[in-house]
């Protein structure tokens, strides 16, 4: 038998958890696993779980939303290697890595058994200076939607509360004069939005081609989307958006390894959907195939 560190977020998915449960518990163990049950109080709580416990464990089983699988990647990536792989049971809001990795999202019994019968992935984290993110660390435009949303309309509405409050957010959308500096290039403009993501779902409201992402290649997704200098600019980054053309003149997307952002004054950056900080100047880098997710 092996032994398997299951991390659960009871608040997550209107403590869904509670729903198959045992059953859960009892699938793991007939499929070969001696689970030891950790619930998180707080914040980073499920971090410093996975830093301090991992090693004695043969898989890491993370149940919660996107928050706190960036938690426990966050707790992995500081502990010593070989590194146990995780397993993941989504049962967040948004659920963009299980959408990226195509995994069953609010059915931890679907979720268990792709657990179980399913294979570990190499795959990407990044810095964000001294801290870690798991898919996106973004600024501008609607990046504070997914933390400042209230939890309880969160639980009610669901993926609906995002696009509430982002619309609420309309008037309030500013630009931010920044210098971009990547692998290749510098690039220096004012941007509405501006970031780097390993992910093809951000938020449940951006899109890539899954056939064009990889998610172990060593490289991010650096998408700029450059402020409207007038009413056409705008109507066509929204029509861009819309129909998911990332390659037009206001709005890039760019493979690369690592980026350096440099404001004129401290950005407000959000980390997997959580509050970032400010910086007025910070460097992402790719760390190539730091865990490893069973898919």
Known sequence: MKKLLFIVNPMAGKSAYRNNFGEALLTLHEGGYI???????????AAEIARTCARDYDLVCCLGGDGTLSEVMAGLVSSPVPRPPIGYIPLGTANDVATTLDLPKNNILAAVDRIIYGHPMDFDVGTFGEDTFTY?????????V????????????????????????????????????YDRGVIED???FGGVMNSTSVAGLIHLNSEEIKL????????????????ADLRQTVTALINRNYSGPCIQMIPTPWAKFTFDSPVAWTRDGEDGGACQEVTLRNLNKAVQIMV
């Not at 689970?35 to 709580?45: E, L, S």
């Not at 996106?136 to 504070?144: K, Q, R």
């Not at 400042?148 to 004069?177: D, N, S, W």
């Not at 172990?216 to 009413?231: K, S, T």
């Open 216 to 231: 172990d290649d060593g490289l991010f997704e650096l998408a700029l989307v450059r402020g409207p200098r007038n009413i």
């Open 136 to 144: 996106v660390a973004a600024f501008g435009a609607f990046t504070d």
């Open 190 to 192: 004012d941007f509405l």
């Open 146 to 181: 997914s933390y400042e949303t209230p939890q309880q309309e969160k639980q009610a509405l669901g993926h609906f509360a995002y696009v509430l409050e982002g619309m609420m957010r309309l008037p309030k959308i500013t630009q931010y004069h920044a210098k971009v500096e």
């Open 35 to 45: 689970p030891t049950v950790r619930f998180t109080a707080r914040r980073g709580d």
